[in-house]
């Protein structure tokens, strides 16, 4: 009898630092969404995350199964009371009740990260048909992200990247962001931004116009929104990418 008293005297002692140490945890909550096949981001976010952002965010994955033909996403009400969310998605329409948290967390004015395929998280591929009580949302582009997604240049080319200007150079983003560096990832086509996106950095390959790579933007609702079209596997080894990222989400989250 004493052992079982131990035993649940134990429980409890455990149960109640948990809530504790919950409840003094000041830092703000991250949600990163992640269901996208190209990028492997449902490896590179979740390490970014734990060597550069765990002193400031308390980070949750939310990721969608693999499965051909599935949609929906695992504990995405976690984006409820999200004080930021990262999106990483690609082409996914889930069911209208999940959709719902993700449109919540927007128009209640919450921070929002884009990374690469997010500026077409949300819409589907040429040809295809929304699923009865699924949603889609194919202007999250233009109304939350502030681009102007229009596929990409071909694979090969190396992206030179540079500031947009002088004012952005000087912006809290691009601080400690050594300028110019590369990228492998394929350029994606944005111009011109929507209205009230401020690009931050440009993107150049031989024989084509620039592209801007990196942009804020406050949303007509009320809001902030950081996005790059940055975002491979390799852009995530290089520095000067890893201190744009967490930079943006910093400067989303205040």
Known sequence: MNITRTTLLAALVLALSAVVSTAADTRKKLVMLIAEPEYETGTTLPEFAAKHLAKDFRVVTVTGPATAGVTSFDGIAEIADADVL?????????????????????????PVVGIRTASH??????????????????????????????????????????????????????????????????????????PGAIALITGTIPGQPPEPLAWTYTRPGGGRTFYTSLGGPADFKHPAFVQLLKNGILWAAQ
């Open 86 to 110: 990262l999106v990483s998605v690609r082409r996914r329409t889930p069911p209208a009740d999940q959709f719902g948290v993700i449109r919540r967390h927007i128009q209640a004015g919450k």
């Open 121 to 194: 998280a949300f819409s589907l591929s040429k040809g295809q048909t929304l699923a009865a009580g699924n949603a889609d949302w194919p202007l999250f582009d233009h109304e939350v992200i502030g681009g102007n997604y229009a596929g990409h240049h071909g694979t090969g080319p190396v992206t030179t990247v540079t500031a947009t200007g002088p004012a952005s150079a000087s912006h809290l983003i691009l601080r400690g962001v050594a300028l110019p560096f590369t990228s492998n990832s394929t350029l994606y086509r944005n111009t011109p931004l929507r």
